[in-house]
């Protein structure tokens, strides 16, 4: 079946750290990746996607990379800020089981000054 | 601006009264969803439509009725609203194909007492 997991927060950082949230993935056919981040009190925005193995999404310093060698997906920016402060999940789209979408459960940043 | 738009922000209630969330997006897309996001269970998926007329069941249907006469609505029915749905609810469309990733609503949190 497919799945996401990504890792468990809280994740507590001092402005200019780097960044990385894990997220692997579980899929049986060839799916599409995303990041999705949700500040407090809005709802989900996309922020980078990869739709084939290899692929680099990349939005606002933050990147990720397609890996399917590793099942993996892991974002990472290389200098954090405050207003990078938010609850961050890992996604992915698949055809092969009714073009269902899948999330894994969150990633709570706090970026402190 | 394209975007998907949610109604009400904010609504508590009480139990067994009957209640409606609409749901309008203005992309023309043919894919909607409903979620309900809790702490600790992530996003749940409550029902989803693949095109006019066409509903499906998602995770946690119980308890939630949906309808979807035209393709930009897809308004949540509670007909009797009870205490365990309280929660922040998403609605979030899509092109045909979830490989692009969805747009998300800015979120309705219920409050059922």
């Known amino acids: 079946g497919n799945s996401v997991t990504q890792m468990e927060g809280p994740v507590t950082l001092s402005e200019e750290a780097f960044l990385t949230i894990n997220c692997t993935y579980t899929?049986?056919?060839?799916?599409?990746l995303f990041w999705y981040v949700q500040y407090p009190g809005e709802g989900l925005q996309l922020l980078l996607k990869a739709t084939k193995a290899d692929d680099k999404g990349s939005n606002k310093g933050f990147e990720a990379t397609y890996r399917k060698e590793t099942t993996s997906f892991h974002l990472e920016k290389g200098s954090v800020q405050v207003s990078d402060s938010a609850v961050y999940f890992c996604?992915?789209?698949?055809?092969?089981?009714?073009?269902?979408?899948?999330f894994g459960t969150g990633t709570s940043l706090t970026v402190i000054p | 601006e394209a975007q998907v738009t949610q109604n009400p922000r904010y609504l508590i209630t009480v139990t067994g009264k009957k209640l409606t969330v609409t749901c309008s997006q203005n992309?023309?897309?043919?894919?909607m969803s409903w979620y309900r996001q809790d702490p600790g269970l992530g996003l749940r998926q409550i029902y989803y439509s693949m095109n006019v007329e066409v509903t499906d069941k998602g995770d946690v249907p119980e308890g939630y009725k949906v309808s979807r006469k035209e393709k930009r609505n897809f308004p949540l029915i509670l007909e009797s609203p009870s205490p365990n749905q309280t929660s922040l609810y998403f609605c979030?469309?899509?092109?045909?194909?979830?490989?692009?990733?969805?747009?998300f609503g800015s979120g309705t949190r219920l409050t059922v007492v």
């Open positions: 899929a049986t056919g060839y799916p599409s």
């Open positions: 992309m023309n897309h043919e894919y």
């Open positions: 979030a469309s899509s092109s045909g194909t979830l490989h692009y990733g969805y747009t």
């Open positions: 996604a992915l789209s698949a055809w092969d089981t009714g073009n269902q979408f899948y």
